[in-house]
């Protein structure tokens, strides 16, 4: 326990791919005899090129079964995106894929202060619900369970001024909150107050693993708070504690148990040990992606190094792991690295090419759900619009909700 090789075994340890050497280095014989007979050269060379290109594809990606990524990418389907956007901020999907936890942050429900809701939305109905929590609270990055059962979420109170000293009061005063979707009640899990964010369950339900801030940055800062631990809080024995290393990361975000024993982060810069330089990011191809094993004491480099600029990581039930990243040709996309380390790419479509965030693929596997900047958001601070992206058709749809203050309450008992 603490190795990590065989859960992980597949997933970013030996995935690089091998080149053929460049075309234009022909044979010297050839060479000779364009000296001679330029138009037989012509024809010869248009043969070996046929024969390279289509005959022996195999010397130009060891990808079996990967044809994806051979494709032209240059060119990608229509992409009608929402111009105007709205407040959210996080999407979870439920195991049956047609219903999505989504953040939204908004001044329409009780204004005109923004506050930031738990909404429930059914990709088929259509339908949008609103969790009756307490509106004395922010709410963020809420995630299903792996039985979709329950749901973990971060809370905090909502400050009593725009002053730095009550914004980083309330960064303190987050906690953790754990709803029964099925007794329609919620308790906060029995853990004393602080920075943290993306609280995740573990694939049997008794524990909750959470990023924990130990630092909180100075005003004007461009982040408010820093120094990520990941910790893990087991619901049985009221323990808390470090998931494995005491490493310290400058950002974190959303991250996925493997299995009981093993995490896949997606993380920036850790601190304190002098592998947050250029050289070392550029060493792992300025992956963001790191692999977690229990109790593991000793730092882990990034464990996903394939695509370049690799973060945003999520699981299917399958195993299959989908991420976003840099292709080398056709720039920023989706990949899709599953057991055999086969590999797929789809090129974002140039209305979202700004990026995106909140990727979650279905646990089906189908299709993946996004968020990505508008327009507005050069107006209107952090509006982002909802997206999805079929990956059987290869489409990408826009989504358009009913408006918040339109939606349905779900009462709940505390």
Same mark, same amino acid.
């Given at each position: 326990?603490g190795?990590?090789?065989?859960? #992980?075994?597949?997933?970013?340890?030996?995935? %690089?791919?091998?080149?053929?050497?460049?075309?234009?280095?022909?044979?010297?014989?050839?060479?000779?005899?364009?000296?001679?007979?330029?138009?037989?050269?012509?024809?010869? $060379?248009?043969?070996?090129?046929?024969?390279?290109? &289509?005959?022996?594809?195999?010397?130009?990606?060891?990808?079996?079964? !990967?044809?994806?990524?051979?494709?032209?990418?240059?060119?990608?389907?229509? #992409?009608?995106?929402? /111009?105007? =956007?709205?407040?959210?901020?996080?999407?979870?999907?439920?195991?049956?894929?047609?219903?999505?936890?989504?953040?939204? +942050?908004?001044?329409? *429900? =009780?204004?005109?202060?923004?506050? $930031?809701?738990?909404? /429930?939305?059914?990709i088929?109905?259509?339908?949008?619900?609103?969790?009756?929590?307490?509106?004395?609270y922010?709410?963020?990055?809420?995630?299903f369970?792996?039985?979709?059962?329950?749901?973990?979420?971060?809370?905090?109170?909502?400050?009593?001024?725009?002053?730095?000293?009550e &914004?980083?009061?309330?960064q303190?005063?987050?906690?953790?909150?754990?709803?029964?979707?099925?007794?329609?009640?919620?308790?906060? *899990?029995?853990?004393?107050?602080?920075?943290?964010?993306?609280?995740?369950?573990?694939?049997?339900?008794?524990?909750?693993?959470?990023?924990?801030?130990?630092?909180?940055?100075?005003?004007?800062?461009?982040?408010?708070?820093?120094?990520?631990?990941?910790?893990?809080?087991? /619901?049985?024995?009221?323990?808390?504690?470090?998931?494995?290393? !005491?490493?310290?990361?400058?950002?974190?975000?959303? &991250?996925?148990?493997?299995?009981r024993?093993? *995490?896949?982060?997606?993380?920036?810069?850790?601190l304190?040990?002098?592998?947050? %330089?250029?050289?070392?990011?550029?060493?792992?191809?300025?992956?963001?992606?790191? +692999?977690?094993?229990?109790?593991?004491?000793?730092?882990?480099?990034? +464990?996903?190094?394939?695509?370049?600029?690799?973060?945003?990581?999520? &699981?299917?039930?399958?195993?299959?792991?989908?991420?976003?990243?840099?292709?080398?040709?056709?720039g920023?996309?989706?990949?899709?690295?599953?057991?055999?380390?086969?590999?797929?790419?789809?090129?974002?479509?140039?209305? @979202?090419?700004?990026?995106?965030? @909140?990727?979650?693929?279905?646990? !089906?596997?189908?299709?993946?759900?996004?968020?990505?900047?508008?327009?507005? @958001?050069?107006?209107?601070?952090?509006?982002?619009?909802?997206?999805?992206?079929?990956?059987?058709?290869?489409?990408?749809?826009?989504?358009?909700?009913?408006?918040?203050?339109?939606?349905?309450?779900?009462?709940?008992?505390?």
């Amino acid at each position: 326990m603490g190795s990590g090789v065989s859960a #992980f075994a597949g997933v970013g340890r030996d995935l %690089s791919v091998k080149r053929m050497k460049p075309i234009h280095k022909l044979p010297v014989a050839l060479k000779a005899r364009m000296k001679n007979d330029w138009g037989v050269l012509a024809k010869r $060379c248009q043969q070996y090129l046929f024969i390279v290109y &289509f005959a022996l594809p195999s010397l130009l990606l060891e990808f079996s079964a !990967s044809a994806a990524l051979a494709d032209d990418h240059s060119v990608v389907q229509p #992409f009608n995106v929402d /111009l105007n =956007g709205r407040g959210y901020r996080w999407i979870s999907i439920h195991p049956d894929g047609e219903q999505w936890l989504i953040t939204e +942050c908004t001044d329409r *429900i =009780g204004p005109p202060r923004e506050n $930031c809701f738990l909404f /429930l939305y059914n990709i088929k109905t259509k339908r949008y619900q609103r969790y009756d929590l307490p509106s004395s609270y922010f709410y963020a990055d809420a995630q299903f369970s792996m039985s979709g059962r329950l749901i973990v979420t971060t809370r905090r109170p909502i400050p009593a001024d725009d002053s730095h000293q009550e &914004f980083e009061r309330i960064q303190g005063e987050s906690e953790i909150l754990l709803l029964d979707t099925e007794e329609r009640k919620f308790q906060t *899990i029995p853990l004393r107050k602080g920075r943290y964010k993306t609280p995740v369950m573990s694939p049997d339900e008794t524990r909750v693993a959470y990023w924990s801030a130990q630092i909180v940055r100075p005003e004007g800062s461009k982040t408010s708070t820093s120094g990520y631990e990941l910790h893990e809080f087991d /619901l049985r024995s009221g323990r808390d504690f470090l998931f494995a290393s !005491s490493v310290r990361f400058f950002l974190a975000d959303r &991250f996925q148990y493997r299995d009981r024993d093993h *995490i896949l982060a997606d993380a920036y810069g850790p601190l304190f040990s002098g592998k947050a %330089s250029f050289g070392y990011l550029k060493k792992f191809n300025f992956s963001q992606l790191y +692999c977690f094993d229990r109790d593991f004491q000793q730092q882990s480099d990034p +464990c996903v190094t394939e695509v370049a600029w690799a973060s945003k990581p999520s &699981f299917d039930r399958h195993g299959d792991l989908f991420l976003y990243g840099q292709h080398q040709k056709f720039g920023a996309g989706l990949f899709e690295i599953n057991d055999q380390q086969v590999k797929k790419f789809w090129k974002l479509p140039s209305a @979202a090419d700004q990026g995106i965030s @909140a990727l979650v693929v279905a646990p !089906s596997g189908n299709y993946l759900a996004f968020t990505y900047p508008t327009a507005s @958001a050069r107006r209107i601070k952090n509006h982002r619009a909802l997206g999805l992206f079929d990956i059987q058709s290869e489409r990408w749809i826009s989504l358009q909700l009913p408006q918040p203050e339109t939606s349905e309450t779900i009462p709940l008992l505390q």
